[in-house]
C-alpha cells in the first residue's frame, strides 16, 4: 500500500490535470504493472547495459533526445544539444525486454512509451521508474506486435496488426480496438519503413559519407556490405534519420544534403572478455545468425566501431573467449587458434594448431616477458612471442585428464588451478608442486585435506587469491603465508566462476550473480538481476564495475552503493 499510494502520489503532481480516478483504475486493473522497477536504491543510470543492436525499428523526437528503438538492445538516446549518444535505456533502467519493436514520446505529457516483445512500457521522466503492462491486457492475437505508436490531443494510439488499439495517454487505460483510428490529427512516430516511390523521393537528393554509397532503400559499405533501410524519420529541424537492419544508424543533413554513418553499440552481445583498459577490444561468442566480428569501444565517449571477420584479411573465425596485450600487439583466444592484432602496423594474422596452440576454446593467455601460456580447459602451451611458435614443457602433457578453472602468473611462477588441484609451476626450473608445498600454510592446514575443489585464481600485486569449496584462500607473496580470506557460506558453496581484488574490495562471480566483499569487515552485497546475465569477465576501474556478459558489456557505479 505505501508502494501504491507514493505512485499516486507523484502521478498526481506530474499530471495534475489528469482526473485521479481514471489512474486509480488503470493502477488497480493492472497490478503488475508496480512490479517492473529495478531496485530502488540505485539511480536510473547506476547500471547501464551496451549490447548489440540488430535492427533499427522506430525514431521518436522528444525534447532533448532522439529515441531509437532496436531489436536487441533497448532504447538509444541521442541528444539534439550534445550531438552524440547517451547511455541506452535497456532492462537494467527498468524496461520489460531489450526487443524494442516502438517507441514515442508525447510531448504533451512528456511520457515515453516504448512497445517491447512482452509489454507496453512507459515512463513518466523517460528515463527510470518504468510501468509495464503484458501485452495480453490489450487482446492481441498470438503473434502479432506492435509496428508503430502516435498520439492525439486526447489519446495514445498504437498500430499492431492490422488494428488500432486506443490507450488513455496518461495511465495506458485500453479503451478498445479499432480497424482505423477515430481521430484525424495523430502524430506518428517512424515504424517499419514499407519501401516505395516515397522512400526514393525523400533520399534521391542526399549523398552518403565515409566512403559508404546508397542504392534505392540500400546502403552499401566500403567494404562491399549492404544493409538495408528498415525506418525513416523526419524531426523538427528537417534532420533524416534512417535506421538499417544492421544497427547502423545514418544521420541526414539537411543543408549539406548528406547522410553520415553512426555507430553505437556492441558487434556482439554475448560478451565472453575485453581489454582491462578504455578504448577496449570487446569480443564474444557468435550465434546461428551473427557475423563474426570485434568491437572496439570507449563506452563513456560514445565511440563504438565494428570488426567483422569477413572484412579482415587472415582471420576466419572472432568467436573470442580470452585476450591479453603484449607490446603493440593484442592477443585473442578463440577456437582452437589465437587471434594477433598488431596494431603498430595494422596487421591481422591466425594461429592455429600448426604452431601449436591449445586444442578447444583458448579461454586463458597469461604473458611473461618472453612467452605467452595460453591454455584451454584440457590443455596449456608455451607460445614464444617472437616466434609465434609453442616450445615444449613439461606442462604440454600434464592437463590431459584435469579441466583447468584458473590460470595466474606471479613473478617466475605460474599458478594452475584444476578442477581437484592447485599447482604451481616454476617457469624457470621447470618444476611443478602442489601448493601446499609453497610457504607457511599454519593458518589453513586444518582445511588443506578437507579441499577437495579449486576454482578461480586472481593476482593482485601482492596476494594470490584461490577461491575453493572451503572458501577463499590467499598467498602473500611479501612473507610467503597464507590466510583464509572469506568462508564459502559467503558464496553458498557453489562454483567460483571468477574472482576479482581492487583495494579492499573482493569481486566474486557466480554463473549469474555477483558478490560484492569489503575485506577483514566481512561485509558484502549481493547483485542477482536478471538482466546482468551469466558474467564472463570483470574489470573495476575506479567508480566503476565492468562485465563482460552474456547480455552485453555491464558498467556499474558501485561507489554509490557503498
Given at each position: ?5 507514493n505512485?499516486?502520489?507523484?502521478i498526481?503532481?506530474?499530471l495534475?490535470?489528469k ?13 503488475e504493472?508496480?512490479?517492473?522497477q ?21 525514431f521518436?523526437e ?13 532504447v ?10 547517451e ?32 509489454s ?7 528515463e ?12 492481441l492475437?498470438s ?7 502516435g ?7 498504437i ?7 486506443k ?31 516515397v ?11 565515409d ?6 532503400n ?25 535506421g ?10 539537411p ?5 553520415y ?6 558487434s ?52 573470442i573467449?580470452?585476450?591479453?596485450t603484449?607490446?603493440n ?17 595494422d ?9 601449436g ?21 584440457y590443455?596449456?602451451e ?8 609453442s ?32 599447482l ?5 626450473s621447470?618444476?611443478?608442486v ?5 610457504g ?12 577437495t575443489k ?5 593476482f ?17 607473496n ?13 558464496y553458498?558453496?557453489k562454483?567460483?566462476?571468477i ?16 558478490i ?29 564495475v ?5 547480455n ?11
Open positions: 500500500m505505501i508502494q501504491l499510494r505512485k499516486l502520489l507523484f498526481k503532481y506530474r495534475f490535470f482526473p485521479i480516478p481514471i489512474i486509480l483504475f488503470g493502477l488497480l486493473s493492472y497490478p504493472s508496480l512490479l517492473s529495478v531496485n530502488t536504491r540505485h539511480d536510473p543510470f547506476d547500471w547501464v547495459l551496451f549490447a548489440k543492436p540488430g535492427a533499427i525499428r522506430s521518436s522528444g525534447l532533448s533526445y532522439i529515441y531509437i528503438a532496436t531489436e536487441t538492445a533497448g538509444f538516446r541521442y541528444s539534439l544539444y550534445g550531438n552524440q549518444f547511455y541506452p535505456i535497456t532492462r537494467a533502467q527498468g524496461l520489460s525486454s531489450n526487443r524494442v519493436n516502438a517507441i514515442h514520446f508525447d510531448k504533451r505529457t512528456g511520457i515515453l512509451w516504448v512497445a517491447t516483445d512482452k507496453i512500457d512507459y515512463s513518466y521522466n523517460g527510470g521508474n518504468w510501468i509495464s503492462r503484458s501485452l495480453e491486457n490489450y487482446n492475437l503473434g502479432v506486435r506492435v509496428e508503430q505508436i498520439s492525439s490531443n486526447n489519446y495514445l494510439w498500430l499492431a496488426g492490422s488494428s488500432y488499439l490507450l488513455d495517454r496518461t495511465s495506458g487505460v485500453f479503451l478498445g480496438t479499432f480497424s482505423f483510428p477515430d481521430e484525424m490529427e495523430i502524430k506518428w512516430s517512424s515504424g517499419l519503413v514499407k519501401y516505395s516511390s522512400v526514393d523521393d525523400i533520399l534521391m537528393d542526399y549523398t552518403v559519407m566512403g559508404w554509397l546508397l542504392n534505392l540500400t546502403f552499401i559499405s566500403p567494404k562491399g556490405k549492404s544493409v538495408s533501410i528498415t525506418t525513416i524519420f523526419s524531426g523538427n529541424n528537417n534532420t533524416i534519420w534512417v538499417t537492419d544492421a544497427g547502423i544508424i545514418f544521420q541526414g543533413d543543408y549539406m544534403k548528406s547522410f554513418p553512426i555507430k553505437y553499440g556492441l556482439n552481445s554475448d560478451v565472453q572478455t575485453f581489454t582491462h583498459s578504455f578504448p577496449s577490444w570487446v569480443g564474444g561468442r557468435n550465434h546461428s545468425r551473427d557475423e563474426g566480428s570485434l568491437s572496439f569501444v570507449d563506452p563513456d565517449n560514445a565511440y563504438f566501431e565494428w570488426y567483422e571477420a569477413e572484412s579482415i584479411i587472415n582471420v576466419n573465425n572472432l568467436d573467449y580470452e585476450n591479453c603484449v607490446n600487439e593484442y592477443w585473442f583466444g578463440s577456437d582452437n587458434s589465437i587471434i594477433v592484432y598488431d596494431s603498430k602496423r596487421f591481422w594474422r591466425t594461429l592455429d594448431a600448426t604452431r596452440v591449445p586444442f578447444g576454446q583458448v579461454r586463458f593467455l597469461e604473458p611473461d616477458t618472453n612467452f605467452i601460456w595460453a591454455a584451454s580447459n590443455e596449456m608455451k607460445i614464444n612471442i617472437k616466434t609465434k611458435r616450445e615444449s614443457t613439461r606442462l604440454s602433457n600434464n592437463f590431459s585428464n584435469s579441466y583447468i578453472n584458473g590460470l595466474s602468473l606471479m613473478n617466475n611462477y605460474l599458478w594452475i588451478s584444476t578442477q581437484y588441484k592447485l604451481c609451476y616454476n617457469t624457470n621447470d618444476v611443478i602442489p601448493f601446499n608445498y609453497i607457511n600454510v599454519d593458518a589453513i592446514k586444518d582445511r588443506i585435506d578437507v579441499i579449486f576454482y578461480d585464481v586472481f593482485d600485486g601482492l596476494k594470490l587469491y584461490v577461491a575453493t569449496n572451503q572458501g577463499i584462500i590467499a598467498y602473500n611479501v612473507n610467503s603465508t597464507w590466510e583464509l580470506i572469506t568462508e564459502s557460506t559467503i553458498n558453496n562454483f567460483v566462476k574472482i576479482y581484488v581492487y583495494k579492499d574490495q573482493l569481486f566474486i562471480v557466480m554463473d549469474n550473480s555477483l560484492r566483499l569489503r575485506m577483514n569487515e566481512e561485509f558484502y552485497k549481493k547483485y542477482d538481476y536478471q538482466f546482468i546475465g551469466s558474467i564472463n569477465d570483470i574489470y573495476v576501474e575506479n567508480n566503476d565492468w562485465l563482460a556478459t552474456n552485453g558489456l555491464i558498467q556499474f557505479k558501485w561507489k554509490k552503493d557503498l
